[in-house]
């Protein structure tokens, strides 16, 4: 991990290269986060790739959560580690709900990070999340013909109704 | 009108194997394009055991989660419980005694000699070596033994708790998982004397199923197949986890990358595995096996009949469970294949926000279509089974 000035250091580095991109940092718990603009999540995520003396390039987890009731909703982490320094940080895009139908929207990873292909499709499968530019962005766990987005917080947690024809047929 | 014609010899055929199939080792479907004999295209289709398992997660206390999380991954079921108890001491900054590390440290490893002697056994059973399959399966049963005897189950055993574990190790397990540790390394050489020279074995995995180092890392992959390939990258030595610094063990790598490294490299882990189980027992600490924090840990027993404020915590413990600040932890360990990675996000209530599981087979799984791709329909079945995918894993 890098500390606490570490972290601001990297921030600062990038600050410079892509200003406005990262929003804020947190160091909670020895885990080193960036918050970062989802409109430039490729950037920084290049930017930590390519940079020579960090090389933050090997992506071991790419996952989303849903915050709610906090605005904005979702937020999808990227796990990477420099391999040389051993080292590991996360970075944190924050995405709003567009409300009624819509889904929310980001870049998709897999040009920098091949690994990112079937995660990708596990957010979009399970929080709605669509990654733009994604080469085959379906379900994967869910069935193709599902409907919802079952990890999100307001999903219910429950059966579903499962009607018996042949009982109701015959007693009605 | 001119006549359709069809080149016999260049046809392709698309044919499906699986979900349910012995060679797919668990539910998974794949869907092959075959030239002859030769794999062209290959997709594997998965989900057919999704449970909903991190979901489910959300609807319980943070101890009733710890039996949830075990069934994932069925094969490596301590692996499960350490990434999750992990992530939530180190939500709560909960130190876990030294006793506890080190038994910890013990039946991680217990357990990735049995994740990886189911491994041998079924691999080597799928290229036809009936016999390798009731010798792994008779050491395995060793240690179901040994984890029966410890833990009253042999398999998902609810034995870590946040805090460290839920009981002592009982007097005897001492001697017998010493006299195991010893013996596996024996066990391992008679694998190997019965595989090594194997002249079906060597052809069927010699310099089959190869992806370049590079292209493996820019997959995701990790655990044995990355080292095979000649990466030596294990979480056990890059990342301050349990006692594993304080043990003294090898890394195992290949140089070539087939299936004959990624069969070396387990076997030269399982080797490595008993020794570290033989230097935890030999250094293993006295004293306590859970941490002593009432909030947290359940009390002792004894202390129900006769301390109120046991009772009190005790009852707090068991109907609402424990409490936890905002905040969120990915935790990672080196499991038998590769990083699995336990997210959990806590929003101060009594039931984890979100938990979410990095499983290595399900990572993994996105190189079986360059490993198999311009090979043999037997050569892939080969290439699945060194692989590794628990499909209870990939699935979640």
């Known amino acids: 991990m890098p500390d606490a000035p570490g972290l601001e250091l990297i921030r600062g580095e990038i600050e410079r290269d892509c200003p406005g991109a990262v929003l804020a940092t947190s160091y909670d718990r020895n885990q080193a986060a960036l918050n970062v603009d989802p409109a430039r999540v490729l950037d920084v995520l290049r930017w930590l790739q390519e940079q020579p003396g960090h090389r933050y390039d090997f992506l071991s987890s790419l996952h989303a959560a849903d915050y709610l009731p906090h605005q904005p909703r979702f937020a999808v982490h990227y796990e990477l580690i420099n391999r040389e320094r051993v080292e590991r940080i996360r970075v944190k895009a924050m995405l709003a709900d567009p409300g009624s139908e819509e889904l929310p929207e980001m870049d998709s990873c897999v040009e920098l990070f091949p690994t990112a292909d079937a995660q990708e499709r596990e957010v979009f499968d399970f929080f709605g999340i669509v990654f733009r530019g994604h080469p085959n962005l379906t379900r994967i766990l869910m069935p193709d013909d599902y409907v919802g987005w079952p990890q999100r917080r307001d999903f219910p947690v429950g059966g579903e109704p499962v009607t018996f024809t042949y009982s109701e047929e015959r007693y009605g | ?396």
Not at chain 2, 157 to 169: L, M
Request: hydrophobic share 40%.
């Open chain 2, 1 to 396: 009108m001119a006549e359709a014609t069809v080149d016999r010899d260049r046809e392709i055929m698309t044919v499906n194997i699986g979900p349910h199939h012995p060679a797919t080792h668990g539910v998974l479907r794949l869907v092959v394009d075959l030239e002859g004999e030769m794999v062209r295209e290959l997709r594997p289709v998965i989900g057919y055991v999704h449970t909903g398992i991190e979901k489910s997660c959300e609807d319980k206390s943070y101890w009733k989660v710890i039996p949830f999380v075990e069934r994932m991954d069925y094969v490596s079921y301590f692996f499960q419980m350490e990434a999750f108890c992990g992530a939530v001491e180190r939500l709560i900054d909960l130190e876990i005694p030294p006793r506890a590390k080190y038994l910890r440290t013990i039946f991680l490893e217990l357990n990735r000699i049995h994740s990886h002697l189911v491994w041998l056994g079924t691999t080597a059973l799928d290229l036809g070596a009936i016999s390798m399959l009731w010798y792994c399966f008779r050491e395995r049963d060793k240690i179901l033994d040994l984890f029966e005897m410890a833990t009253g189950q042999r398999m998902h055993t609810r034995y870590f708790q946040v805090g460290g574990v839920i009981e002592d190790i009982p007097v005897g397990f001492e001697a017998k998982c010493r006299a195991f540790a010893e013996e596996m390394p024996v066990r391992v050489g008679q694998y190997e004397d019965l595989l090594d020279r194997n002249e079906v074995f060597l052809s069927r995995t010699k310099g089959v199923g190869i992806v370049p180092r590079e292209r493996l890392l820019e997959l995701g992959v990790t655990g044995p197949l990355l080292r095979a390939a000649g990466e030596p990258w294990d979480l056990r030595k890059a990342f301050d986890y349990l006692a594993y610094p304080e043990m003294d063990f090898k890394i195992p790598v290949g140089t070539v990358g087939d299936n004959y490294d990624r069969y070396r490299v387990r076997v030269a882990e399982m080797v490595e595995s008993s020794r570290i189980i033989g230097q935890a027992l030999d250094a293993l600490p006295e004293g306590p096996f859970i941490a002593d924090d009432r909030k947290y840990v359940l009390p002792p027993r004894s202390e129900l009949s006769t301390s109120m404020e046991s009772l009190i915590h005790h009852f707090k413990l068991v109907t609402e469970g424990f409490r936890v600040d905002p905040g969120e932890v990915y935790y990672s360990i080196e499991s038998p294949r590769g990083e699995l990675g336990c997210f959990v996000l806590a929003d101060g209530s009594a039931k984890p926000a979100r938990v979410h599981y990095r499983d290595p087979s399900f990572v993994n799984l996105q190189a079986f279509r360059e490993m198999a791709v311009g090979t043999y329909v037997a050569d892939m079945i080969a290439s699945l089974g060194m692989l590794d995918p628990i499909l209870g894993g990939v699935d979640r």
